[in-house]
């Protein structure tokens, strides 16, 4: 490209050809997605079976969700790393922020719940003492409702913002299970949660690391 | 009345180089001549060019020992390339004037 004077219709056409090169600039690998999809979705049918066939492990399991910001810390790393497109997009930079202020989020949600608990319990044991029945509000079973709010808001506005359909629906997929959990019991909550998980991140996930692959190839025979 | 074109604006290097960060919040030299496609001693002319018309920011730091140049658009670039664009359309939508 030389320092050439252009005609009204060339420079139109090449402002048009730039913006939309500088647009494609940003490709998400999907690994991050795939991760949180996969240890939500195992944590929740792990759940399911401690309630289903009533057993308990001598921890818990969504305490794996902490041990998974390890790997996600390697993975952004490396991505940083491994980044050979040497820009930075809008794009990117909001898309950042907003997963972690959900991250943030949803671990004061978790503190949030806690602090519930430990209020409500006292009124329920008094409420038991008095009447000789359990309450028959249970406030567990509104939490899987809470946390699926939260997983459809930054899920659906990276699928906006990127104009990326699985993501858009997976956002949507995850606040229909969320009004469907709170008429089912917590078994079927946890089904939900892993199925909204998988649709959500996992496989939107998977074919953002298809196109992430296909625009890698595009570079190097474009080099 | 038709408006001038900016002779910054008006050349083809300089104008890809706008109309590539113009969408992105900063790009590095290399990001610029790989997709305009310029050398890089002529990339480097038409960048300083932008830079003293103020329409660009030049940052240059180290990233493992390697020099790295970033550039960003500045208020007074976005508002050159939207007044640009602009005349550009009214030019093209009355040609015969």
Not at chain 2, 58 to 67: D, E, G, L, S
Request: proline fraction near 3%; hydrophobic fraction near 45%; glycine fraction near 4%.
């Amino acid at each position: 490209m030389h320092d050439k004077e252009l005609s009204h219709e060339e420079s139109l056409k090449l402002i048009s050809s730039m913006i939309g090169q500088a647009k494609d600039a940003y490709h998400d690998t999907g690994i991050g997605a795939m991760l949180w999809g996969i240890v939500i979705a195992i944590c929740s049918i792990v759940k399911f079976t401690e309630i289903h066939f009533n057993y308990r492990l001598p921890f818990d399991i969504f305490l794996l969700t902490i041990v998974a910001i390890i790997p996600q810390i390697i993975i952004s790393a490396k991505e940083q790393r491994n980044r050979n497109r040497s820009v930075k997009t809008y794009d990117e930079v909001f898309l950042k922020y907003i997963w972690i202020g959900f991250g943030i989020a949803i671990f004061l949600l978790i503190f949030i719940n806690n602090a519930v608990f430990q209020s409500w319990q006292p009124v329920a044991k008094e409420y038991t003492a008095l009447t000789g029945n359990a309450p028959s509000f249970r406030f567990s079973e509104f939490v899987p409702a809470y946390f699926l709010l939260l997983y459809g808001l930054p899920t659906f506005i990276t699928g906006t913002a990127c104009h990326f359909k699985p993501m858009l629906w997976g956002g949507i997929f995850c606040w229909v299970c969320c009004l469907i959990t709170l008429y089912s019991n917590t078994e079927t909550d946890m089904l939900l949660t892993a199925l909204s998980a998988l649709v959500a991140w996992f496989f939107p996930g998977l074919l953002m690391k298809r196109e992430y692959q296909k625009s890698k190839r595009k570079e190097s025979a474009d080099v | 009345m038709f408006k001038d074109l900016d002779p910054i604006l008006h050349a083809q290097l300089r104008l890809a180089v706008m109309s590539l960060l113009i969408g992105v919040k900063e790009a590095e030299f290399t990001f610029l001549k790989e997709k305009s496609k310029a050398t890089a001693g002529n990339l480097s002319i038409q960048l300083n060019k932008l830079k003293e018309a103020g329409y660009i920011e030049i940052n240059k730091q180290f990233r493992n020992n390697y020099p790295l140049t970033l550039c960003k658009i500045t208020r007074k670039g976005v508002e050159a390339f939207e007044a640009y664009v602009l005349a550009l359309q009214s030019y093209t939508q009355n040609p015969e004037s």
